[in-house]
């Protein structure tokens, strides 16, 4: 994974939206010409950005609700991984990516956006309801589960009844920080309603903004 934005390669491959796990599939190993045409589209335009000083930023606080199998080494790798998610959510930067993004159709809206702008995605994710959990605003509640399966495809993987988040030790032990964060987001922003409705739906909220993220943690020091 050389360079960010060049896609979040975790989330190119995904399971058929009918299995209803939103489990990622097999991540590419290196950044194809086609994967970096994709985060072009993704990236804001200079032009007529959004500066989006009437919107409220909100704080999003990370909370590790229950945590199973993992060692203290994956243990590590997990935390760091909140860190950066509360670090980056909470930054200008995260708002104004979001608040700016555009679709492969050069709109300035996400894919499978239940009628939401960009700013009303900006909002509901820093709200931070989850469906499961919606008296917790301002918290981004984690259930994450380590699991091998060695000869599965899938990165990672909720259900819309459980806060559970699967994560594979497969893809877990070779990712960054950054990357882990980015999946994990992925996953949290299918807990707040948001879905996409295949693995091509990059510019679908869950896709996209787990793609911000990975490239805002990755600049962090």
């Known amino acids: 994974m050389r360079k960010l934005f060049a896609i979040s390669s975790l989330f190119i491959f995904s399971t058929a939206f009918a299995r209803i796990d939103y489990g990622y599939h097999k991540k590419p190993q290196s950044v194809s010409p086609a994967l970096a045409a994709k985060s072009q589209a993704l990236a804001p335009s200079a032009a007529a950005m959004v500066d989006g000083r009437s919107i409220d930023n909100g704080v999003l606080v990370v909370k590790p609700m229950q945590v199973s199998g993992f060692d203290a080494t994956s243990r590590k790798k997990l935390d760091q991984a909140f860190a950066l998610i509360e670090k980056v959510v909470n930054s200008e930067e995260f708002k104004l990516r979001v608040l700016n993004f555009k679709n492969r159709k050069g709109e300035r809206a996400f894919a499978s956006n239940q009628g939401l702008t960009n700013e009303e995605i900006y909002q509901k994710f820093m ?16 259930f994450v589960s380590m699991y091998y399966s060695r000869w599965s495809r899938v990165i990672g993987y909720t259900n819309p009844n459980t806060s559970v988040i699967y994560v594979n030790w497969k893809y877990f032990g070779g990712f960054t920080p950054a990357q882990v964060a980015a999946n994990l987001v992925h ?5 707040i309603g948001f879905d996409h409705t295949s693995a091509a739906e ?4 869950p896709y996209a ?13």
Request: glycine share 8%.
């Open 209 to 221: 903004i787990g793609y911000i993220v990975e490239e805002l943690a990755t600049l962090q020091k």
């Open 187 to 191: 996953e949290w922003t299918h807990k």
């Open 202 to 205: 990059y510019d679908s909220a």
């Open 127 to 142: 709200e931070g309801r989850e469906t499961l959990q919606p008296t917790t605003p301002g918290e981004m509640n984690y």
